[in-house]
């Protein structure tokens, strides 16, 4: 089975700021990563995955993800928050089925993030 | 390309009816995965679709049924509706391989009163 904890539901962070948010993924196979962000009223958009190329994924907007086995982890961040990076973000992981093609995305309880002047 | 587009935007039920819910997928994709996503809460998977067979279910109960239709097309089906069947059913599209990205649709808004 493959789970995604999410640690802390909500993110405040200043305008400029660092973006910090935490994820970290029990899988029993070699999983793949990814990070959805959720604007209001709106679907899932993709802003990264890791799917065992580079464990250093750089994503949209000036996000990225480092992959650590070691520390089961997937934490994005960004160097400087903007008032447009307003959103709710979700860590999902998934991993091949027994026919090896696409499976099902499990995903974390989310993290909304504020971004203040 | 028009993305991934679900119908109908929102919609208002009574206990114990019947909804369909529609997806068409994202142009070049052959696989449709349901998720129900609760306020505030991350989405569950519901199913999966691949030539038109369901390929994989999560723990979701018999009320819950899909379909997928020759031109990828998929229906979602929620009978006996419950209070808590209220959420937001979001559809994806992707090719099917292992890894692909899902393309996710804006969601169909269910209330049930």
């Known amino acids: 089975a493959q789970s995604v904890t999410q640690l802390g539901s909500h993110v405040s962070v200043s305008e400029g700021a660092l973006v910090l948010l935490r994820c970290n993924y029990s899988?029993?196979?070699?999983?793949?990563l990814f990070w959805y962000v959720q604007y209001p009223n709106q679907g899932l958009q993709l802003l990264l995955k890791?799917?065992?190329?580079?464990?250093l994924v750089k994503g949209i907007n000036g996000f990225e993800a480092e992959f650590k086995k070691s520390e089961t982890s997937f934490h994005l961040t960004k160097p400087s928050a903007h008032m447009s990076d307003a959103a709710e973000y979700f860590c999902?992981?998934?991993?091949?089925?027994?026919?090896?093609?696409?499976?099902?995305?499990?995903f974390g309880t989310g993290t909304r993030l504020q971004v203040t002047l | 390309d028009a993305g991934v587009t679900q119908s109908p935007t929102h919609l208002i039920k009574t206990r114990g009816q019947q909804v369909t819910l529609r997806c068409s997928p994202k142009?070049?994709?052959?696989?449709v995965s349901w998720y129900q996503q609760a306020l505030g809460q991350g989405p569950q998977f519901i199913f999966q679709?691949?030539?038109?067979?369901?390929?994989q279910r999560g723990n979701f109960p018999d009320r819950f049924s899909g379909h997928q239709f020759p031109n990828y097309s998929s229906e979602l089906n929620v009978n006996a509706l419950l209070l808590g069947d209220s959420a937001l059913y979001l559809c994806?599209?992707?090719?099917?391989?292992?890894?692909?990205?899902?393309?996710f649709g804006p969601g169909t808004r269910l209330t049930v009163l």
């Open positions: 994806a599209s992707s090719s099917g391989l292992a890894g692909a990205e899902q393309f």
């Open positions: 899988s029993s196979v070699p999983p793949y």
């Open positions: 890791y799917t065992s190329a580079a464990t």
């Open positions: 999902a992981v998934s991993g091949p089925d027994v026919t090896g093609t696409a499976s099902k995305l499990t």
């Open positions: 142009s070049g994709h052959d696989t």
């Open positions: 679709y691949y030539e038109e067979e369901e390929r």
